[in-house]
Protein backbone atom coordinates (compact mmCIF):
# COMPACT_ATOMS: atom_id res chain seq x y z
CA UNK A 1 0.00 0.00 0.00
CA UNK A 2 1.48 3.50 -1.03
CA UNK A 3 0.40 6.34 1.28
CA UNK A 4 0.35 10.04 0.46
CA UNK A 5 -0.19 12.66 3.55
CA UNK A 6 -1.48 15.93 3.42
CA UNK A 7 -3.26 18.63 5.01
CA UNK A 8 0.09 20.56 7.62
CA UNK A 9 0.55 24.04 6.96
CA UNK A 10 0.40 26.75 9.72
CA UNK A 11 -1.97 27.31 12.75
CA UNK A 12 -2.07 29.27 15.74
CA UNK A 13 -1.72 27.69 19.09
CA UNK A 14 -5.60 26.90 19.85
CA UNK A 15 -6.21 26.18 16.81
CA UNK A 16 -7.01 23.25 14.44
CA UNK A 17 -5.88 20.68 11.89
CA UNK A 18 -7.11 18.08 10.03
CA UNK A 19 -4.91 15.88 8.32
CA UNK A 20 -5.32 13.31 5.43
CA UNK A 21 -3.51 9.94 4.69
CA UNK A 22 -5.12 8.85 0.88
CA UNK A 23 -4.00 5.44 0.53
CA UNK A 24 -3.43 3.24 -2.85
CA UNK A 25 -4.08 0.03 -3.48
CA UNK A 26 -6.89 -2.88 -2.41
CA UNK A 27 -5.41 -3.88 0.72
CA UNK A 28 -6.55 -0.73 2.68
CA UNK A 29 -8.33 -2.50 4.73
CA UNK A 30 -6.41 -4.85 5.95
CA UNK A 31 -4.04 -2.41 8.19
CA UNK A 32 -4.09 -0.93 11.06
CA UNK A 33 -3.42 2.88 10.46
CA UNK A 34 -1.14 4.83 12.51
CA UNK A 35 0.23 8.68 12.57
CA UNK A 36 3.48 9.75 13.82
CA UNK A 37 5.48 12.77 14.13
CA UNK A 38 9.15 13.94 14.39
CA UNK A 39 10.04 17.58 15.21
CA UNK A 40 13.35 18.79 14.77
CA UNK A 41 16.06 17.24 16.82
CA UNK A 42 13.89 14.93 18.30
CA UNK A 43 13.17 10.96 17.83
CA UNK A 44 10.27 9.94 16.11
CA UNK A 45 7.21 9.28 18.50
CA UNK A 46 3.61 7.40 17.95
CA UNK A 47 0.62 10.14 17.89
CA UNK A 48 -2.21 7.60 17.59
CA UNK A 49 -3.76 4.17 15.80
CA UNK A 50 -6.64 2.91 14.32
CA UNK A 51 -7.32 -0.52 13.91
CA UNK A 52 -8.68 -1.97 10.19
CA UNK A 53 -12.11 -1.48 10.57
CA UNK A 54 -12.35 1.69 12.98
CA UNK A 55 -13.68 -0.29 15.76
CA UNK A 56 -10.51 0.64 17.88
CA UNK A 57 -8.11 3.19 18.33
CA UNK A 58 -5.70 4.49 21.01
CA UNK A 59 -3.14 7.77 21.50
CA UNK A 60 -0.42 9.07 23.17
CA UNK A 61 -0.94 10.45 26.23
CA UNK A 62 0.11 13.98 25.19
CA UNK A 63 -2.52 14.26 22.58
CA UNK A 64 -4.98 12.19 24.12
CA UNK A 65 -8.44 14.21 23.78
CA UNK A 66 -7.15 16.91 21.39
CA UNK A 67 -6.28 14.63 18.37
CA UNK A 68 -8.78 11.72 16.93
CA UNK A 69 -8.33 9.55 14.15
CA UNK A 70 -11.14 8.50 11.61
CA UNK A 71 -10.94 6.10 8.86
CA UNK A 72 -13.18 5.21 5.66
CA UNK A 73 -12.22 1.79 4.09
CA UNK A 74 -14.09 2.74 0.49
CA UNK A 75 -12.39 5.92 0.64
CA UNK A 76 -9.28 4.63 1.53
CA UNK A 77 -8.29 7.44 3.50
CA UNK A 78 -7.18 7.86 7.16
CA UNK A 79 -7.96 11.53 8.70
CA UNK A 80 -6.38 12.81 11.67
CA UNK A 81 -8.36 15.56 13.52
CA UNK A 82 -5.98 17.65 15.45
CA UNK A 83 -7.48 20.50 17.89
CA UNK A 84 -6.29 22.60 20.32
CA UNK A 85 -3.28 22.56 18.64
CA UNK A 86 -0.28 23.78 21.13
CA UNK A 87 3.49 24.89 19.91
CA UNK A 88 4.88 21.37 21.40
CA UNK A 89 2.59 20.01 18.32
CA UNK A 90 5.04 21.51 15.36
CA UNK A 91 6.20 18.37 14.02
CA UNK A 92 6.62 16.37 10.32
CA UNK A 93 3.92 14.19 10.83
CA UNK A 94 3.46 10.63 9.15
CA UNK A 95 1.05 8.13 8.40
CA UNK A 96 1.92 4.42 8.24
CA UNK A 97 0.28 1.59 7.68
CA UNK A 98 1.19 -1.93 9.87
CA UNK A 99 -1.02 -5.27 9.41
CA UNK A 100 -0.37 -6.05 13.38
CA UNK A 101 -2.56 -3.66 15.30
CA UNK A 102 -2.80 -3.55 19.38
CA UNK A 103 -3.83 -0.78 21.92
CA UNK A 104 -0.43 -0.47 23.50
CA UNK A 105 1.47 -2.31 21.25
CA UNK A 106 4.57 -1.04 19.66
CA UNK A 107 4.44 -1.25 15.91
CA UNK A 108 6.62 -0.77 13.32
CA UNK A 109 4.75 -0.14 10.59
CA UNK A 110 6.12 -1.61 7.04
CA UNK A 111 4.62 1.42 4.97
CA UNK A 112 5.06 5.02 5.18
CA UNK A 113 3.83 7.98 3.94
CA UNK A 114 6.11 10.95 2.92
CA UNK A 115 4.98 13.40 6.06
CA UNK A 116 3.29 16.80 6.20
CA UNK A 117 4.51 19.70 8.20
CA UNK A 118 2.66 21.27 11.17
CA UNK A 119 3.89 24.11 12.79
CA UNK A 120 1.69 25.57 15.30
CA UNK A 121 2.60 29.22 16.56
CA UNK A 122 2.35 30.44 20.24
Known amino acids: VQLQASGGGLVQAGGSLRLSCAAS????????MYWFRQAPGKEREFVGAINSYGGSKYYADSVKGRFSIERDNVKNTVWLQMDSLKPEDTAVYYC????????????????WGQGTQVTVSS
Open 25 to 32: GRTFSNYG
Open 96 to 111: AAARIYGVGVQVTPEH
